[in-house]
């Protein structure tokens, strides 16, 4: 019987052939948490009375959701992951280093690999083609110790994207499309595997965009066939030699198949207060927005930051309006600089963010007041999720995002 891309990848780890539904102990590459978590899982693995990590070079403790600290308790949080790494030598992702999901690609995670991170945009690292998932602190805890850890095989999604967008359109409209289409349970702890001629065209930023948002319909992972271009992202990162790829079979088993045409989506937009509230940009034009807000694990990339700076150039935002553009990385905020994007936001009245996760999940750098609307590239708009219950929250791509900063108000062009 012919085998998914998931139960390929967990099958070379679990060292036996494993199909959907089965529960299995599996092998543990990379281990990660950040300051939100990392606290409670150095306590967990504490309890398990271990005195050393499995593989400290390969377990990664990231200070992203409050970096810079905005206050006193969660300092002390910053300290108790300082001092774990010191202690048993794991790897310490400062202060404006990034985002964990994003610093995961960049440094630290291979194809056919098995991550797994406190956090539930963890799957962002499934785009290198690699079983990337979230789990809670205590689960990420025993996988630190033991380099193991157990789960149940997912069943898989085919997502089959054909078709080539529109000018404009890009990965993140139709990963909000296919949630709307879906629902934001739609696939819980299934495995969304991404294929067509359409994703095979697409950037490594792109992909990461789709993977990120893959719990976003409640799915386990978001994966994709390791490539050239997976090959070649590698090469430039210096892991070249870590190259692999896995494919499925031809007569691997799916749940379901779900086809779409590129060409017919639209920009898209998740309304508040769920990411499955979906409209189009062009139903929205009499929201008017009080913050825009460009960045997250989403869409905090290079290729991110050139959309928008493309946009800007030569324009103002809009009175009324405060935008913040974040850079997921200090790699991405480099480049940034070096090829003078940075001078465009700041001409254009934009706020530039350090790297991290800024706003996103409300700690800081963003806060909304009670009633302001903000329009944002992340990837979840909960309620209360920039920091306040009476708050309204919109994602949508960088592209829409710059053309309604200009604007005031939720548009799809200038």
């Given at each position: 019987?012919?085998?998914?891309?998931?139960?390929?990848?967990?099958?070379?780890?679990?060292?036996?052939?494993?199909?959907?539904?089965?529960?299995?102990?599996?092998?543990?590459?990379?281990?990660?948490?950040?300051?939100?978590?990392?606290?409670?899982?150095?306590?967990?693995?504490?309890?398990?009375?271990?005195?050393?990590?499995?593989?400290?070079?390969?377990?990664?403790?990231?200070?992203?959701?409050?970096?810079?600290?905005?206050?006193?308790?969660?300092?002390?949080?910053?300290?108790?992951?300082?001092?774990?790494?010191?202690?048993?030598?794991?790897?310490?992702?400062?202060?404006?280093?990034?985002?964990?999901?994003?610093?995961?690609?960049?440094?630290?995670?291979?194809?056919?690999?098995?991550?797994?991170?406190?956090?539930?945009?963890?799957?962002?690292?499934?785009?290198?083609?690699?079983?990337?998932?979230?789990?809670?602190?205590?689960?990420?805890?025993?996988?630190?110790?033991?380099?193991?850890?157990?789960?149940?095989?997912?069943?898989?999604?085919?997502?089959?994207?054909?078709?080539?967008?529109?000018?404009?359109?890009?990965?993140?409209?139709?990963?909000?499309?296919?949630?709307?289409?879906?629902?934001?349970?739609?696939?819980?702890?299934?495995?969304?595997?991404?294929?067509?001629?359409?994703?095979?065209?697409?950037?490594?930023?792109?992909?990461?965009?789709?993977?990120?948002?893959?719990?976003?319909?409640?799915?386990?992972?978001?994966?994709?066939?390791?490539?050239?271009?997976?090959?070649?992202?590698?090469?430039?990162?210096?892991?070249?030699?870590?190259?692999?790829?896995?494919?499925?079979?031809?007569?691997?088993?799916?749940?379901?198949?779900?086809?779409?045409?590129?060409?017919?989506?639209?920009?898209?937009?998740?309304?508040?207060?769920?990411?499955?509230?979906?409209?189009?940009?062009?139903?929205?034009?009499?929201?008017?927005?009080?913050?825009?807000?460009?960045g997250t694990c989403t869409n905090g990339r290079i290729e991110?930051?050139?959309?928008?700076?493309?946009?800007?150039?030569?324009?103002?935002?809009?009175?009324?309006?405060?935008?913040?553009?974040?850079?997921?990385?200090?790699?991405?905020?480099?480049?940034?600089?070096?090829?003078?994007?940075?001078?465009?936001?700041?001409?254009?009245?934009?706020?530039?963010?350090?790297?991290?996760?800024?706003?996103?999940?409300?700690?800081?750098?963003?806060?909304?007041?009670?009633?302001?609307?903000?329009?944002?590239?992340?990837?979840?708009?909960?309620?209360?999720?920039?920091?306040?219950?009476?708050?309204?929250?919109?994602?949508?791509?960088?592209?829409?995002?710059a053309c309604s900063a200009i604007k005031g108000y939720i548009?799809?062009?200038?």
């Amino acid at each position: 019987m012919g085998q998914t891309l998931v139960e390929k990848i967990i099958s070379s780890h679990a060292g036996k052939q494993v199909k959907a539904g089965e529960l299995v102990i599996t092998n543990v590459d990379v281990c990660a948490v950040q300051d939100g978590t990392g606290p409670l899982t150095v306590q967990e693995f504490k309890k398990l009375g271990k005195d050393k990590l499995n593989n400290p070079k390969r377990t990664i403790l990231f200070i992203d959701h409050a970096s810079p600290s905005p206050k006193k308790e969660l300092s002390n949080m910053h300290t108790t992951l300082r001092e774990f790494a010191k202690e048993y030598g794991a790897v310490l992702s400062e202060v404006g280093s990034g985002v964990c999901h994003q610093r995961l690609v960049e440094n630290f995670v291979n194809p056919c690999e098995i991550l797994v991170g406190a956090d539930s945009h963890t799957c962002t690292s499934g785009a290198l083609g690699a079983f990337a998932t979230g789990m809670g602190s205590t689960d990420v805890a025993v996988a630190m110790a033991l380099g193991k850890t157990w789960l149940k095989v997912p069943q898989t999604f085919k997502i089959v994207v054909n078709g080539k967008f529109r000018p404009g359109i890009c990965s993140k409209d139709l990963m909000l499309h296919l949630i709307g289409m879906i629902g934001a349970d739609g696939a819980t702890y299934k495995s969304l595997e991404f294929t067509g001629e359409t994703i095979d065209n697409m950037s490594m930023a792109e992909r990461f965009t789709l993977a990120n948002m893959a719990v976003e319909a409640g799915a386990k992972c978001g994966l994709f066939i390791a490539d050239e271009k997976t090959h070649k992202y590698l090469e430039e990162r210096g892991r070249g030699d870590k190259f692999k790829s896995i494919k499925p079979d031809e007569d691997a088993i799916y749940e379901r198949i779900i086809e779409i045409d590129a060409s017919e989506i639209d920009y898209t937009v998740s309304c508040p207060h769920t990411v499955d509230n979906t409209k189009l940009a062009k139903d929205l034009h009499d929201v008017k927005v009080d913050q825009v807000y460009v960045g997250t694990c989403t869409n905090g990339r290079i290729e991110d930051m050139r959309t928008v700076a493309k946009i800007l150039k030569g324009r103002k935002v809009h009175e009324g309006v405060r935008m913040l553009i974040c850079p997921a990385s200090r790699e991405i905020y480099k480049q940034a600089l070096k090829e003078g994007l940075l001078d465009i936001f700041i001409d254009a009245n934009a706020v530039i963010l350090p790297p991290g996760c800024g706003p996103c999940v409300g700690i800081h750098a963003g806060i909304l007041a009670d009633g302001e609307v903000c329009l944002t590239t992340q990837n979840r708009n909960f309620q209360g999720r920039l920091g306040n219950t009476k708050g309204f929250i919109y994602l949508s791509s960088p592209y829409v995002a710059a053309c309604s900063a200009i604007k005031g108000y939720i548009c799809e062009t200038l």
